[in-house]
């Protein structure tokens, strides 16, 4: 291919979420592993004060990006679709792309709020749209969309954060009357399991729900389940395959935040040992997942697989799973045949071939010559 043709990607990175740290690892790996001869990598990175710069010239090394890379906006006009500049002047091109690699996880990157904006700009993007990625980051209302598909989830309750505050004692009460211990308490729209209690008795409810509520406006109660942690990739826009299902085994009490980015410890096994006709139904029901919450390009459908009597659960759906070489999405697609570099390719095309779907959609009726008069004043 000439190479001059290839494919601008403009790898979005950092953001203001607390995963800032782990997106600069998944996009490091995206951007070694793109294959050279198709694409060039445009580095964009987002400070964790919410800045956008670019890497031009030499700036290449993320870091760099982050620290002295070329301060820009991206406006929500389509008929520019690039990076703007802050400061004018002949040494201050515009930057533009053809496609964009969110490669940002948790709020503001993976929650439809960039999505959003790469909408208005008309640029195409890797992953889900806008309402599959804010489902994606609510545990709440992406747990209701599973069970109205049939699909198996723990049984849960949510609070408001007002509602909390005005009445402690008859949630608590709630607690207690509908589920035995432990329970978990969560921020409804985080991940990183920030924010989040294990409680094993009606004493640490209040400490576990004010926890929570510092992180979020809707607090989720669910269930403990005493299970393993199965995990399914998931590929594709109108055709979607689901890839061999994976296990974490934490080596904490649970997968919190300290098994997940401070202690190596937890195991990760791929494939994880199931009966095929396990693997069938998680890859099944990662596939009705994805479709339930109007899913696009990339997901990893996590499960809990019940130690006493073998009954699965959906946990959640990550739009933005974990992108360094050594996570769990990729890893999974390895094993089931599509290496790293690949699965990337793959990907682009398929935010390539949505918008193509999306810019044949029509938005407004073309009225005839003379009509229209009732809309003037
Ligand atoms: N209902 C539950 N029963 C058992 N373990 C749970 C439950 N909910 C969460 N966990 C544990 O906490 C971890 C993080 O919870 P999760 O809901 O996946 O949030 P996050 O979006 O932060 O990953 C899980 O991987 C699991 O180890
Ligand atoms: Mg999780």
């Not at 740290?21 to 198709?38: G, M, N, Q, Y």
């Not at 949510?158 to 035995?180: C, G, L, M, Y």
């Not at 009490?253 to 791929?270: P, S, V």
């Amino acid at each position: 291919m000439n190479a001059q043709k290839r494919l601008r990607v403009g790898i979005l990175f950092g953001g203001r979420s607390g995963e800032h740290e782990v997106s600069l690892a998944s996009a490091a790996s995206v951007i070694r592993a793109l294959d050279p001869e198709k694409f060039e990598a445009v580095p964009i990175g987002i400070s964790k004060d919410g800045r956008w710069l670019v890497g031009t010239g030499a700036v290449k090394m993320l870091s760099d990006v982050l620290k002295s890379g070329e301060r820009v906006s991206l406006p929500p006009d389509p008929t520019s679709a690039a990076l703007v500049p802050l400061a004018q002047g002949a040494g201050h091109p515009t930057v533009s792309v053809d496609v964009v690699f969110p490669v940002l996880h948790g709020t503001f990157g993976e929650d439809g709020t960039v999505q959003g904006l790469l909408e208005l700009a008309g640029l195409p993007y890797v992953g889900a749209g806008v309402l599959a990625s804010a489902v994606g980051m609510d545990k709440d209302v992406q747990k209701r969309l599973f069970k109205e598909a049939g699909l198996p989830v723990v049984p849960f309750l949510v609070f408001h954060r007002s509602e909390w505050e005005k009445n402690r004692a008859k949630i608590i009460d709630q607690i207690k009357k509908k589920f035995r211990f432990p329970v978990f308490v969560k921020p409804a729209t985080l991940g990183s399991s920030v924010g989040m209690s294990r409680v094993k008795a009606a004493g640490e409810i209040g400490s576990a729900m004010d926890l929570a509520a510092e992180f979020g406006l809707k607090i989720i109660v669910e269930r403990g389940v005493n299970g393993r942690e199965i995990e399914v990739s998931v590929l594709g826009n109108d055709e979607i395959q689901a890839s061999i299902p994976g296990e974490i085994v934490p080596h904490r009490e649970f997968y919190d935040y300290t098994a997940k980015y401070l202690e190596n410890g937890t195991q990760l096994m791929i494939p994880a040992p199931l009966t095929k006709k396990q693997v069938s139904i998680f890859q099944d029901c990662a596939v009705r997942a994805f479709r339930a919450i109007d899913g696009a390009g990339m997901a990893r459908c996590d499960f809990f697989l019940e130690r006493s009597n073998g009954k699965i659960y959906v946990n959640e759906l990550n739009t933005i799973p974990g992108f360094t070489s050594i996570s769990m999405y990729p890893k999974m697609w390895e094993a089931s045949g599509l290496p790293y570099s690949k699965l990337i390719d793959r990907l682009i095309e398929l935010a390539l071939e949505i918008h193509r779907q999306k810019a044949r959609t029509k938005y407004s009726i073309e009225l005839p010559a003379g009509a229209g008069g009732a809309l003037e004043p």
